[in-house]
């Protein structure tokens, strides 16, 4: 099931070239940055976009391990990130797609004499024609 925040222990590896942090609980989720901050923000958004991946899939979503059963080394810290989803589903769900179409020379100069957006005409007509209206960021 969806859940609208999600917290999972990160392991964040502090180097001489950087910081890399790395989800126990996420096999795969992986991320870095060059100060503290910019490491807790790329973990956020490592974890969002992972996140989404699994649910998009309808693949199950892990349990958080407790901090106290994650094991680290001496230049390694556990940080707690949670990350909000529904303005990341939204923004996800909101990107725009390439499709490519093909209409005939006649109607193409036809719809260029009106200056026809086509990416807007395509997405109202679809939205018509399929009864859809933006998806809900919290489903």
Sequence with gaps: MKENRYIYP????????GISVEFPDLPGCFTSGDTQEEALEMAKEAMALHLFGLEEDNDVIPVASSLKVVKTQANQATVLVDVWMPPFRQEMNNQSVKKTLTIPHWLEKKASEYNVN????????????????????HI
């Design 10 to 17: 990160a392991i964040f590896s502090y180097d001489p070239d």
């Design 118 to 137: 086509y990416s807007h005409l395509l997405q109202e007509a679809l939205k018509k024609h399929l009864d859809a209206n933006e998806p809900d960021p």
